[in-house]
Structures are given as structure tokens and as C-alpha cells.
């Protein structure tokens, strides 16, 4: 059985790896990096965890968590009325990126990381499914709805994403870029 303090420092190990993940990518999650992180002695990381793979999926798993939640929290903030094109596809790209240039590009490496590593597998699924499903909620409740299916939005986003990314933009002008190309086609579904 689990004692509270025991629970508490594997939260602080998968926290600790979960910040690294995010900050450095995958190679950046060691068994040193995460105990040095999480502020706890090296064996801490093998005593919690069966091998450093059980410590990343967990970390990756989190990282879905707080993205779900992120977007969970972002749509219900919003009120229901309807609004145009713009300003709808600007509330999307934000609700779609994270606050945070590092945070961002990392969502986007476990995306495509998700494709061969099946360690970001699911977790890619669930944060994919909770993308849709927000975007759904806001398009529903600016009634836009009936134009331009989530999954559509999603694949304009990420592409205007990953190109502004590819192109040297900072978080505004991606954010700017996403709006844009999903303003272009919520105005002409």
C-alpha cells in the first residue's frame, strides 16, 4: 500500500519528467535529470518507476492530461453566442496552442513522435480526441457548427502550425498564422 509521502514523490518524479519532457524532449528525461529535478536521490527514480520507459509514459500521460485540461478549461470560459469567422478561428488557434513557445513545440514532437514511438501513442490519441472535441464546442457554441467538420479545423491548424514553426515564427505569429489559414476557411466551408 502507498503511503501519502510515497505518492507524493512519484508525483514529483512524473512532474519533474514531464517538465523536462517538455523543456528538452525525449533524450532529455534520464533517470539523473528527473531525480535532480524532482529534488530527491537517484534511486528514487528505479524504487517508483520498473525503467526509465514506465517514467516517460507516465510523463507523456500527464502531458495529455494537462493538455485536455487546458482545453477543457479554455471552452468552458466561453460564452454561447455567435461570433464570425475571425474571431472564432482566433479563439481556436489559441485554445489549440499552448501559452508557451517551448510548451508548443513539444506538443507538436510528441504528435509526431506518436507515429513511430508507441510510448506517445495514446496519449497523442487522447490529447487528438480532446482537441476535436473543444474545437466542436466552440464552433457549436459560435454557431459554426453546421460549416467546417473539427477534424478539418484541427488539420488547418496543425498545418499552418508546424509551417510558422518550420519558418522561425514566434508564439504570436503562430498563433497568427493558424488564424488566419482556419479564418480562410471558416469563411468559405
Not at 50 to 58: V, Y
Not at 90 to 102: N, S, V
Request: hydrophobic share 55%.
Amino acid at each position: 500500500m502507498a503511503t501519502a509521502k510515497g505518492e507524493q514523490r512519484r508525483a514529483a518524479l512524473v512532474r519533474a519528467a514531464a517538465d523536462l519532457l517538455q523543456s528538452g524532449g525525449l533524450e532529455a528525461v534520464s533517470h539523473r535529470g528527473v531525480a535532480g529535478r524532482a529534488g530527491v536521490p537517484l534511486g528514487a527514480t528505479t524504487y517508483y518507476f520498473a525503467d526509465l520507459t514506465e517514467l516517460r509514459r507516465a510523463a507523456v500521460e500527464t502531458l495529455a492530461d494537462d493538455d485536455a485540461a487546458r482545453m477543457s478549461a479554455a471552452v468552458d470560459a466561453l460564452s454561447a453566442r455567435r461570433r464570425g469567422a475571425a474571431a472564432v478561428a482566433r479563439m481556436i488557434a489559441t485554445l489549440l496552442t499552448p501559452d508557451e513557445y517551448g510548451a508548443l513545440v513539444a506538443w507538436y514532437e510528441r504528435y509526431v513522435l506518436a507515429a513511430r514511438e508507441p510510448l506517445f501513442a495514446a496519449a497523442a490519441r487522447r490529447s487528438n480526441a480532446a482537441a476535436r472535441e473543444s474545437v466542436a464546442a466552440v464552433l457549436e457554441r459560435s454557431g459554426l457548427a453546421a460549416g467546417v467538420p473539427p477534424h478539418v479545423v484541427l488539420a488547418v491548424v496543425d498545418g499552418a502550425v508546424l509551417g510558422a514553426l518550420a519558418d522561425g515564427a514566434g508564439l504570436t505569429d503562430v498563433r497568427a498564422a493558424a488564424a488566419d489559414a482556419l479564418t480562410a476557411v471558416l469563411d468559405h466551408p
